[in-house]
């Protein structure tokens, strides 16, 4: 029998994050992430065997802490209306238990698509508890992730601050647009488990172009959050940059472009002798501007052509304020809500998400039949 809120150890190893969480249902009751930032930044990238050593050495670590912080906020919260078998459990909190994996009703892990060294870690750890504690486990995309990341909610089972998620069974369909370091997505949802990619990038996704042109402007890695940082105080006007994919390619994205043309404007403002603070600022802040452009024009373009209640917004580059609030402009002129993960640590990687979506999957069966089958797949796609 599938509980109604089951609560799952989640595990999350696609790239160069190393996450567990536990989540009961919907409902989040802790996220741990450690951050490979720092091994990787004087590569300018993830590399991979770099990766999946970091993941080797950390995951187990992860996974305790996990499970110690969703004891404290489980007792925090015993309180909460919460499904009858979830407080018999936590019951025994109260006098000073901890949760352990024997606890939990599920064991999820994301399968792809990402590094194939870094995603194998992930799922042996996987394999290993599910066998050890006899629990079924559920494979997850990591772009599903990112997806049903909205639907998240806290441990007291509140959701995004900024918008009512409709009901699992309503709402729908939805537009997904997934921007992250490897992908860049626009996804017709019509229904949970149930989605058609309606376009996608061509070539660099819209993080990776960040990452690069961050790289150009000498910011370092990754990109995103510091071109977001300097633009703030450029003119986004003083550079007339091309927008990446306007008026072609019907919903697909294409980055490669961009990144040379702010490569060419960066050779002509240093031979110009004009590379300075200034310059810098405005140029990032024009690239922020036609990237923001590009991604609501191929989103217009898509709510246009399909009847659809409402948009999801995941991966890293959502943590850019810029463009959310570009696309929520936009949005509006179209009626339509945006809806965001409520807690900004949900919009780059994470193993929230995978207990997320995890939850939904239990809900419809959808278990790992034989454990030692399951393999990595890098290239996962989402239909
Ligand atoms: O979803 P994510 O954590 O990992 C992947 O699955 O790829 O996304 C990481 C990407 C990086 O390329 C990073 O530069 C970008 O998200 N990113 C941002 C910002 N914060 C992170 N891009 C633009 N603005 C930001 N503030
Ligand atoms: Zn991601």
Not at 102 to 119: F, H, K, R, W
Not at 186 to 215: N, P, S
Not at 311 to 334: P, T
Not at 350 to 362: E, L, W
Request: proline share 3%; glycine share 10%; charged share 25%.
């Amino acid at each position: 029998m599938i509980r109604e809120n089951p609560v799952i150890l989640a595990m999350e190893t696609s790239l160069d994050e190393t996450c567990a969480a536990v989540t009961v249902g919907r409902r989040v009751l802790s996220n741990v992430v450690s951050s490979q930032v720092e091994l990787h930044r004087k590569y300018g990238g993830v590399v991979p065997i770099v990766a999946k050593r970091a993941h080797e050495e950390r995951i187990n670590a992860v996974l305790s802490e996990s499970i110690k912080r969703a004891t404290i906020a489980a007792k925090r919260n015993l309180s909460v209306e919460i499904e009858q078998h979830v407080l018999s459990k936590f019951n025994r909190l109260r006098d000073g238990g901890k949760l352990d994996v024997e606890d939990m009703d599920s064991i999820a892990v994301t399968y792809g698509p990402g590094q194939a060294l870094a995603l194998e870690v992930g799922i042996d750890k996987a394999k290993e508890l599910s066998k050890k504690y006899d629990k079924p486990l559920i494979a997850v995309d990591h772009m599903e992730g990112h997806l049903l990341a909205p639907f998240a909610q806290n441990s007291r089972g509140r959701g995004s601050a900024f918008v009512e998620i409709p009901e699992c069974n309503g709402g729908f369909p939805l537009i997904g647009l997934l921007i992250s370091g490897g992908h860049t997505q626009l996804v017709l949802v019509k229904g949970i488990g149930d989605y058609k990619i309606l376009g996608e990038t061509l070539d660099d996704a819209a993080g990776e172009a960040f990452d690069k042109v961050g790289r150009m402007l000498g910011l370092g890695y990754p990109g995103g959050p510091v071109v977001e940082e300097i633009a703030k105080n450029g003119d986004e006007d003083a550079f007339n940059l091309p927008v990446p994919m306007e008026g072609k390619g019907k919903l697909n994205f294409s980055y490669s472009g961009i990144k040379t043309a702010v490569l060419y404007k960066t050779r002509e403002l240093k031979k110009k002798n004009s590379w300075n603070r200034e310059t810098i600022q405005n140029l990032a802040a024009s690239f922020q501007r036609v990237m923001a452009q590009s991604l609501t024009i191929k989103l217009e373009a898509a709510v246009k052509e399909y009847n659809v209640n409402g948009v999801l917004l995941g991966g890293g580059v959502i943590s850019n304020i810029y463009i959310r609030r570009k696309i929520r402009q936009n949005m509006r002129e179209y009626g339509l809500k945006v809806y965001i993960p409520y807690d900004d640590r949900m919009f780059t990687d994470n193993a929230a998400m995978i207990g997320i979506s995890a939850y939904f999957k239990a809900r419809r069966n959808e278990f790992v039949k034989n454990v030692d089958s399951l393999d990595r797949n890098p290239n996962a796609k989402l239909d």
